[in-house]
């Protein structure tokens, strides 16, 4: 059989008729959640050779207690190479490389001046940092450059267009950095009110001061002493404006607001949205127009 299909094929070829090949699969990536892909997306833009996957929904939100689905395998099943945030963001790490264990994983809170957050635990041993580093702009630059120089590693072919793609958005993050600091100049100093532990790197690449959170746990119910506790550090914090955030419940906020007279605003943190290269940008900006209106 194999030396009939060879003469089929050089018969062909003698009369100039060619058998259609396959196209060729394009590579693929996989980010871990929605803030890493966005970023990603635009290291990748444009480049046909290779393809981007999230492995989570655009809504899922942030990944600290998140459980592997089927699916998720399924995607890590063929891919190249996943890209993660890091800093304890994705607690299933381990269960990929037993599963993947030739798998590349980028870790893009490499180079990141990580934030540690305190233990709440007296169990605890090991040193948490807090995930958010998208936050801050400054990040998101390093997170580029990580994304973007672990892809020429693997795709060597690409270089020169994962380079330019990396240096082209790099440019339109440290543009908004600027826009955002001249925005945030007048509330500099500001104490708010955060929903979760999201904001510290926003925080402190502004110069705002978080003087309380309402929930840590962001899918955890505040006790009544809880409550009781998050009340009296807003009313000792002089009733700083609170920010809830679209991805979660804001009863505790509204129950803090109560108490102090706190005025409710949103923050988002990023974690979930639309698909679009745009988003970090466009996010980032509403934040800072929240920023604003809560001191007006």
């Given at each position: 059989m194999r030396r009939f299909t060879a003469?089929?094929?050089?018969?062909?070829?003698?009369?100039?008729?060619?058998?259609?090949?396959?196209?060729?699969?394009?590579?693929?990536m996989v980010a871990s959640f929605y803030p890493i892909y966005i970023l990603a997306m635009n290291v990748l833009d444009g480049i046909e050779e290779i393809a981007l996957d999230c492995m989570t929904a655009p809504d899922t939100g942030c990944l600290h207690d998140y459980q592997l689905l089927t699916k998720d395998m399924m995607k890590l099943s063929d891919a190249d190479a996943l890209i993660v945030c890091g800093a304890g963001m994705e607690a299933y790490l381990p269960d990929i490389a037993k599963q993947f264990p030739d798998l590349p994983v980028i870790?893009?809170?490499?180079?990141?001046?990580?934030?540690?957050?305190?233990?709440?635990?007296?169990?605890?041993?090991?040193?948490?940092?807090?995930?958010?580093?998208?936050?801050?702009?400054?990040?998101?630059?390093?997170?580029?450059?990580?994304?973007?120089?672990?892809?020429?590693?693997?795709?060597?072919?690409?270089?020169?267009?994962?380079?330019?793609?990396?240096?082209?958005?790099?440019?339109?993050?440290?543009?908004?950095?600027?826009?955002?600091?001249?925005?945030?100049?007048?509330?500099?100093?500001?104490?708010?009110?955060?929903f979760h532990e999201a904001f510290p790197y926003f925080a402190?690449?502004?110069?705002?001061?978080i003087a309380a959170v309402i929930n840590e746990e962001h899918e955890n119910t505040l006790s009544p002493a809880q409550l009781t506790q998050v009340i009296e550090a807003v009313k000792a914090a002089g009733v700083p404006p609170l920010f809830t955030e679209p991805q979660y419940s804001a009863a505790a906020a509204y129950a803090v607001a109560a108490e102090t007279g706190?005025?409710?605003?949103?923050?988002?943190?990023?974690?979930s949205g639309e698909i679009d290269s745009g988003a970090y940008e466009t996010g980032m900006l509403a934040n800072a127009a929240a920023l604003l209106e809560a001191f007006e």
């Open positions: 003469f089929l094929l050089v018969l062909l070829m003698s009369f100039g008729i060619l058998p259609f090949a396959a196209a060729a699969e394009p590579s693929r870790d893009c809170s490499r180079g990141i001046n990580l934030i540690p957050e305190e233990h709440h635990d007296d169990d605890e041993d090991e040193q948490e940092y807090n995930a958010h580093t998208w936050l801050d702009p400054q990040n998101a630059i390093q997170i580029v450059k990580t994304i973007s120089e672990s892809a020429i590693e693997i795709f060597p072919d690409q270089k020169d267009a994962l380079q330019q793609n990396a240096n082209a958005y790099i440019e339109r993050l440290q543009a908004l950095d600027e826009t955002l600091k001249e925005m945030l100049l007048p509330i500099k100093g500001k104490r708010i009110v955060t402190q690449a502004y110069g705002l001061e706190a005025e409710i605003y949103t923050l988002d943190p990023l974690a």
